[in-house]
């Protein structure tokens, strides 16, 4: 069974304190590991997509990096408004067909950025 | 490009009643997907459908849940008897390969 560990639970900064988000996964054969924002009352916000081992994915202040078991979320000089619970998943690689399976999530990471 | 569409977005309902959630997905997406997020946890995949047909309702509860396709677009979603339990939002996504695009979910309270 597909499994997803995201640590910390929460996370507090002050504006301009970089950190990272871990993911830790388990699946059986890897067809992509995702990043989504959750902003309260909103649904999942897609960030990134990373395929294999040694992959970076960067957009404005985060950079997302895979290895074979877990994913970094670096964010760097944050923002209040990078404020968000912040979901990892996995999706497994489908043995035949070219249709695309669920996504297994981890709990997320709840991130404040205080001014 | 019109995002994943859910309604209603809010609704209270006492246990033992029905429910039921409307999605509509991104145009020419044809897999849909139906996840339920409890509070403080990651999105839970319901049910999956490839255009009409559904490809994965293992940790869909067919005892009381039900999902329908409606032509390989709307789909609705309806939980009869609810239970206390239920209480979660139901988020709605759509994909075209790849990448699922979730709508605004529809927050579900089971009095």
């Known amino acids: 069974e597909d499994q997803v560990t995201q640590s910390p639970e929460a996370l507090r900064l002050q504006e301009g304190e970089s950190s990272s988000l871990n993911c830790s996964y388990t699946?059986?054969?890897?067809?992509?590991l995702f990043w989504y924002r959750q902003d309260p009352g909103k649904g999942p916000e897609f960030l990134f997509t990373?395929?294999?081992a040694g992959e970076e994915k960067e957009k404005e202040r985060l950079k997302a990096t895979l290895t074979k078991k877990e994913s970094f979320l670096h964010i760097t000089a944050p923002k209040p408004e990078d404020s968000a619970t912040y979901l990892c998943?996995?999706?497994?690689?489908?043995?035949?067909?070219?249709?695309?399976?669920?996504?297994?999530f981890g709990q997320g990471t709840i991130l404040t950025v205080h001014p | 490009e019109a995002g994943v569409a859910q309604s209603p977005r809010y609704k209270i309902i006492e246990k033992r009643q029905s429910v039921a959630f409307w999605c509509n997905p991104i145009?020419?997406?044809?897999?849909l997907y139906w996840y339920q997020q409890i509070l403080g946890q990651g999105p839970k995949l319901l049910i999956q459908f490839q255009n009409n047909g559904v490809v994965d309702d293992s940790q869909l509860p067919k005892d009381r849940f039900s999902a329908e396709r409606l032509k390989g677009v709307d789909s609705t979603l309806k939980i009869q008897p609810a239970k206390l339990e239920d209480s979660a939002v139901y988020l709605c996504a759509s994909s075209l390969g790849g990448n699922q695009y979730f709508g605004p979910g529809t927050r579900l309270l089971v009095l």
């Open positions: 998943a996995v999706q497994a690689a489908r043995a035949g067909g070219t249709s695309y399976g669920k996504l297994t």
């Open positions: 990373l395929y294999s």
């Open positions: 145009s020419g997406h044809a897999t």
């Open positions: 699946v059986s054969g890897l067809r992509g």
